[in-house]
């Protein structure tokens, strides 16, 4: 999954395009950034000083890439604005170490399913058979992408009934359960897309 600090480069990267990102082979952020390259959103550098065969690889946000991550962070902006706007008094400075990571979470995972979601909007199928996959990826990616601001809606519930109480620790706990459910689905259909365009064969759904 992205984690906090994979979500600040994202970040960093977009409010400066052309700089150098770096991250660990097989990781979210590797994967994220491979399906952006294909769309031309990132570019790979294999002789940048970061770019370690077999360890790290590094890459740089396009101009075009840039405007896309910046409008998804956005988005980001704005769902948390709407999640914490309702509940009087919340500060995330002060808030519980577990709702502070449940939030980055969130965000994390808004971030990259969001963008997966763009990519596949942006593919172009040569025949039917890719036409009905690219469907049925965009309706798999939405559902996905729900239930993500679902858990964001479990987790200002939680604030607003209060972290420790007991309706509140449920709210956490679905909260956990539902986003751990949307990175299973996103590695899944992630490794489906590197199956499909290496040409091998899909796994098992």
């Given at each position: 999954m992205l984690?906090?600090?994979?979500?600040?480069?994202?970040?960093?990267?977009?409010?400066?395009?052309?700089?150098?990102?770096?991250?660990?082979?097989?990781s979210a952020n590797e994967a994220l950034w491979l399906q952006m390259a294909r769309a031309g959103w990132t570019q790979q550098i294999t002789t940048d000083i970061l770019?370690?065969?077999?360890?790290?690889?590094?890459?740089?946000?396009?101009?075009?890439?840039?405007?896309?991550?910046?409008?998804?962070?956005?988005?980001?902006?704005?769902?948390?604005?709407?999640?914490?706007?309702k509940i009087e008094g919340f500060d995330p400075h002060t808030a519980t170490e577990r709702v502070r990571q449940l939030c980055d979470i969130f965000s994390a995972l808004f971030l990259r399913t969001s963008c997966q979601l763009a990519l596949a909007?942006?593919?172009?199928?040569?025949?039917?058979?890719?036409?009905?996959?690219?469907?049925e990826h965009i309706l798999a990616l939405e559902e996905?992408?729900?239930?993500?601001?679902?858990?964001?809606?479990?987790?200002?519930?939680?604030?607003?009934?209060?972290?420790?109480?007991?309706?509140?620790?449920?709210?956490?706990?679905?909260t956990t359960a539902g986003l751990r459910y949307a990175e299973q689905c996103l590695t899944q259909w992630a490794a489906e897309m590197r199956a499909e365009q290496s040409g091998g064969s899909s796994p098992p759904t």
């Amino acid at each position: 999954m992205l984690s906090p600090g994979d979500l600040s480069v994202n970040e960093g990267a977009a409010a400066r395009p052309g700089s150098t990102m770096a991250t660990g082979v097989g990781s979210a952020n590797e994967a994220l950034w491979l399906q952006m390259a294909r769309a031309g959103w990132t570019q790979q550098i294999t002789t940048d000083i970061l770019s370690i065969p077999g360890v790290t690889s590094a890459y740089t946000l396009t101009e075009s890439g840039a405007r896309a991550v910046t409008t998804e962070l956005a988005a980001i902006v704005n769902v948390k604005r709407q999640m914490v706007g309702k509940i009087e008094g919340f500060d995330p400075h002060t808030a519980t170490e577990r709702v502070r990571q449940l939030c980055d979470i969130f965000s994390a995972l808004f971030l990259r399913t969001s963008c997966q979601l763009a990519l596949a909007k942006q593919a172009e199928p040569l025949n039917e058979q890719g036409q009905a996959r690219k469907r049925e990826h965009i309706l798999a990616l939405e559902e996905i992408l729900k239930g993500v601001a679902t858990a964001g809606i479990f987790i200002a519930d939680a604030i607003a009934h209060g972290p420790d109480s007991s309706v509140g620790l449920n709210l956490l706990e679905r909260t956990t359960a539902g986003l751990r459910y949307a990175e299973q689905c996103l590695t899944q259909w992630a490794a489906e897309m590197r199956a499909e365009q290496s040409g091998g064969s899909s796994p098992p759904t």
